[in-house]
DNA sequence: ACAAAAGTGTTCTTTGTACACCCATGA
DNA sequence: TCATGGGTGTACAAAGAACACTTTTGT
């Protein structure tokens, strides 16, 4: 602590990115803004980082206020530092993501005055947001759609016990195009940390498909050597 | 700029990986430092960003002034928030890499004080270095070699006209084993972007070797879709 | 009985991997 | 002539891609 820093009167924030599947659409959470600037505009939940909090944590801290979401598993993926980014002065972005399942989450409740209310939007068909945060949304989607063949990073969105045919779409929303049934499904199975359980779907009017769950333990033990990746 | 944003004393940093390959070995480069904190110590050349300029400019411009190596493709790749990882106040730093041929580079020729030198330093035997530095350069390598698989980064590290040894050679130091001759080449002869010249190594003992150039415009004709990925 | 989705194999192509010897050159 | 790295091919294994019909169930 001998000597000063030089200091900027410059500003870090957090951008949050959270992905979710819900009646076989991809979408993504917005807030609607009550405060300028960008009042009434949808944006990503953001906000900034205080100075006695981590990246990580003020990640965190920030998607609750805005969302009343919690403690979900966030990576940052990209920082954005364009000079004008932000009309009111020089704010530099970290964008984090999550992927998760919309149901097992409490109803949407922001307690910051500045979501007025937090939305689930498919992405497919996002309105013009406020900042950059269009830029923000386009680079981290990119992230994940390239992750998505190399991690297992789907099951975050599906419930627990899930059939391949709600798999598949989930990757067929991702990446936004067909795949083959018999391929697809040989090539989960193969990787041998699909359990299958002897439960089956229910209320369907059709063959109930088998249900099966994400086993993250032999995930870890199959692939601990590529687990540097990440 | 209707409303004030609420200031905090925070301050963003760049902090730059810069790698290059010297008779054989994979080096980076770093600074040593003539001011405190970390006096004397080696560190990833890195400074503070200012108010009116981006990250990407910022990067350049640090670069530049640490090491005199000017205009390198960098690209951001991490950004380290912790709280105390800097001891004179809350640091956030942007980590950059770049590979690059180090003897087309002039001299290193730091400008700023803080840089008493700069020089090249084998990766596989690195100093403790400043701050969290060591961290960085873990992150930022562990991508890079990631990367090697999908993206033709090698070729940034070589000179214009090389052997298929000496691309060997660079791959097997910067994954850290042994490739097969055979294979080796014939892959990479498979991707179809090396163009081989007339022109043979000289001056070497032993029979000479055919020399190649990466052609960037083929890469791109080849790899136009995958191109999104980055 | 019919509508709707579940479930299932084979063939071919491509890619990866293991492996060893002769060749050309300069000293 | 010898030491040094240059250069080459084959056989097998694994992974990916194309492709269509029967089965189960609820209504």
Chains 1, 2 share one sequence.
């Not at 000063?4 to 924030?13: A, G, M």
């Not at 405060?35 to 944590?57: R, T």
């Not at 801290?61 to 002065?89: A, C, S, W």
């Not at 007025?116 to 386009?138: E, G, M, Q, Y």
Request: proline share 4%; hydrophobic share 40%.
């Amino acid at each position: 602590m001998e000597e000063k820093l030089p200091v900027f009167e410059s500003i870090f924030s957090i951008d949050c990115l959270i992905f979710g599947f819900e009646a076989g659409v991809l979408k993504i959470l917005l807030i609607e803004r009550g405060d300028e600037p960008f009042k009434d505009w949808f944006a990503l939940p953001g906000y900034i980082v205080k100075q006695d909090e981590s990246l990580d944590d003020a990640a965190d801290r920030i998607l609750y206020e805005l969302t009343g979401l919690r403690d979900l598993p966030m990576k940052q993926f990209h920082t954005f530092g364009e000079v004008n980014r932000h009309p009111q002065g020089r704010v530099i972005t970290v964008g984090y993501y999550a992927l998760i399942r919309v149901n097992s989450q409490k109803e949407l409740r922001p307690t910051a005055h500045l979501a007025r209310k937090a939305i689930w939007h498919p992405v497919s068909d996002l309105p013009k947001l406020a900042f950059d945060h269009t830029d923000i949304f386009n680079k981290g989607f990119a992230k994940i759609r390239r992750r998505l063949n190399h991690q297992p990073i789907a099951f975050d969105l599906l419930p627990e016990k899930f059939t391949l045919t709600q798999l598949q779409g989930l990757y067929e929303a991702i990446l936004d195009k067909k795949l083959d049934k018999r391929n697809f499904r040989k090539k989960m199975l193969s990787y041998g940390f699909l359990k299958e359980l002897v439960e089956k779907q229910k209320g369907v009017s059709y063959r109930a498909a088998k249900l099966y769950k994400f086993d993250k333990r032999k995930y870890a033990k199959i692939f601990q050597n590529e687990l540097t990746a990440e």
